[in-house]
């Protein structure tokens, strides 16, 4: 067996170990109460990831029928991803209740535009490769790929402009998600273009870089949920402040 | 292969941009960074008469067209800069309510929940009059709508002024 590919079976057996371990902490931590999409996430990408496994090594599994379950897993799993990002964009907004209504609606606009974004860029993006149902699988995966990373951007910058402060732990959510995303679109467009139709060097590759993001993430992931949240630190001002400038601010809104 | 190129060169920036922002959420804060060092003054009257619309309409009597639209262009622009200020300030006011809603005392907790509030609906109202100045910039006339606004940031302006005379006042207008 190749190196390359040793190195990336490797990364794949440990990626799968590392979400489970997550999965455990994850329950133990009562995470699933605060974050029930990004808990389930987990948990299915462990189950599917140990299924994926089990059908790659065992002789009686054929071919299609694990590029059934492949499909399955990626429909799947980029669903649950656009559902975690929104599931971090709702607890941001639950702590600034003025920007609720606002926010919501520029999420909804961002996701539209990115939608229509791909759409044609799917459209205008020529045929590659020989075999149309590979083809329209790699287009997928960049497709994808392409809306979450575009709304993990939005996530960032949304905060960003309105000065927005994280809970540690959504913030090394939307971390991870947008370290495995940025890579995977990578990965996803390199191989959309290319190609390939059997395994070779640049899958190999590909490969190993992908699965190497999917450990990362999941170490990103352990380190934020085994640390404990803590607000960020800045100057506090005299407490009596406080009511004089709402007071004021106030005057200002309600006037 | 050239959109396969673009898009991993965009996911690159991307990428390093996350590992930034990751960065900077971990660094403690400097002396430098206490926010109150940086609140702005923002001068109400000069703010009051850039964006008054009989005074624009005196400038406009009074001056041929190009020199006017010369001139609104550039009240304007200083009046956009005005609100940009006031803005910063509402960013810095959020920092100091966000750690403050922590606070074990409830009446500071729920003072600063207030704050925290009112500051971002500033910021909302600011971020929708910058684009409004613009416009008035380009189309003279089109500015009456946005000074209606004015009354309302005259309130937020002052605001900012109690926050100075609250907080050591650095970098003034």
């Given at each position: 067996?190749p190196?390359?590919e040793?190195?990336?079976?490797?990364?794949w057996f440990?990626g799968?170990?590392?979400h489970?371990?997550?999965?455990?902490v994850?329950?133990?931590?009562?995470?699933?109460?605060?974050?029930?999409v990004?808990a389930?996430?987990?948990?299915?990408?462990t189950i599917?990831?140990?299924?994926?496994?089990?059908?790659?090594?065992?002789?009686?599994?054929?071919?299609?029928?694990?590029f059934?379950?492949?499909?399955?897993?990626?429909?799947?799993?980029?669903?649950?991803?656009?559902?975690?990002?929104?599931e971090?964009?709702?607890?941001?907004?639950?702590?600034?209740?003025?920007?609720?209504?606002?926010?919501?609606?520029?999420?909804?606009l961002?996701?539209?535009a990115l939608?229509?974004?791909?759409?044609?860029?799917?459209?205008?993006?020529?045929?590659?490769?020989s075999?149309?149902?590979?083809?329209?699988?790699s287009?997928l995966?960049t497709?994808?790929?392409?809306?979450?990373?575009?709304l993990?951007?939005?996530?960032?910058?949304?905060?960003?402009?309105?000065?927005?402060?994280?809970?540690?732990h959504?913030?090394g959510?939307a971390?991870?998600?947008?370290?495995f995303?940025t890579?995977?679109l990578?990965?996803s467009?390199?191989?959309?273009?290319?190609?390939?139709?059997?395994?070779?060097?640049?899958t190999n590759?590909?490969n190993?870089?992908?699965?190497?993001?999917?450990?990362?993430c999941?170490?990103?992931w352990?380190?934020?949920?085994?640390a404990?949240?803590?607000p960020?630190?800045?100057?506090?001002?005299?407490k009596?402040?406080?009511?004089?400038w709402?007071?004021?601010?106030?005057?200002f809104?309600?006037? | 292969m050239?959109t396969?190129?673009?898009l991993?060169?965009?996911?690159?920036?991307?990428?390093?941009?996350l590992?930034?922002?990751?960065a900077?959420?971990y660094?403690?804060?400097?002396?430098?960074?206490?926010?109150?060092?940086?609140?702005?003054?923002?001068d109400?009257?000069?703010?009051?008469?850039?964006?008054?619309?009989?005074?624009?309409d005196?400038?406009r009597?009074?001056?041929?067209?190009?020199?006017?639209r010369?001139?609104?262009?550039e009240?304007?622009?200083?009046?956009?800069?005005?609100?940009?200020?006031?803005?910063q300030?509402?960013?810095?006011?959020?920092?100091?309510?966000?750690?403050?809603?922590?606070?074990?005392?409830?009446?500071?907790?729920?003072?600063?929940?207030?704050?925290?509030?009112?500051?971002?609906?500033?910021?909302l109202y600011?971020?929708?009059?910058?684009?409004?100045?613009?416009?008035a910039?380009?189309v003279p006339?089109?500015g009456?709508?946005?000074?209606?606004?004015?009354?309302?940031?005259e309130q937020?302006?002052?605001?900012?002024?109690l926050?100075?005379?609250?907080f050591?006042v650095?970098?003034?207008?």
């Open positions: 067996m190196f390359l040793l190195l990336w079976r490797t990364l440990l799968v170990g590392l489970g371990l997550l999965t455990l994850a329950i133990k931590r009562g995470f699933q109460r605060v974050y029930p990004f389930c996430y987990i948990s299915w990408v599917v990831g140990v299924a994926l496994l089990y059908m790659d090594y065992a002789p009686s599994v054929k071919g299609n029928e694990y059934v379950a492949y499909i399955v897993a990626l429909v799947t799993g980029s669903a649950a991803r656009f559902a975690i990002v929104y971090i964009f709702k607890h941001i907004l639950n702590r600034y209740p003025a920007l609720s209504r606002s926010g919501t609606l520029l999420f909804r961002v996701t539209v939608l229509g974004l791909v759409i044609v860029l799917a459209k205008l993006s020529p045929p590659a490769g075999d149309p149902l590979m083809s329209t699988v287009l995966e497709t994808v790929d392409i809306v979450l990373v575009g993990l951007l939005f996530l960032f910058a949304f905060s960003g402009l309105f000065s927005l402060s994280w809970r540690s959504a913030f959510i971390l991870g998600l947008g370290i995303g890579v995977s990578s990965t467009a390199i191989r959309a273009q290319l190609q390939p139709t059997a395994p070779n060097q640049m590759i590909t190993v870089i992908n699965e190497g993001a999917y450990v990362i999941a170490l990103i352990l380190g934020y949920l085994l404990t949240e803590r960020r630190q800045t100057p506090t001002p005299p009596h402040d406080l009511g004089t709402n007071q004021e601010l106030q005057r809104l309600h006037r | 050239t396969a190129i673009v991993v060169v965009l996911s690159a920036i991307v990428l390093i941009l590992i930034r922002v990751a900077d959420q660094l403690s804060p400097k002396a430098s960074d206490d926010p109150a060092e940086k609140i702005r003054f923002v109400i009257e000069a703010f009051r008469n850039l964006i008054d619309p009989a005074e624009a005196y400038l009597n009074q001056l041929p067209a190009h020199e006017f010369k001139i609104h262009r009240r304007l622009r200083a009046a956009v800069e005005y609100v940009r200020y006031a803005a300030n509402a960013a810095l006011l959020l920092k100091i309510a966000e750690t403050a809603r922590y606070s074990s005392e409830p009446a500071t907790a729920q003072a600063a929940e207030k704050l925290l509030d009112n500051a971002i609906r500033l910021r600011a971020f929708e009059m910058i684009p409004r100045l613009y416009v910039m380009l006339r089109h009456l709508p946005t000074m209606r606004v004015a009354d309302r940031y937020m302006t002052r605001q900012i002024i926050l100075g005379v609250k050591p650095s970098g003034n207008l």
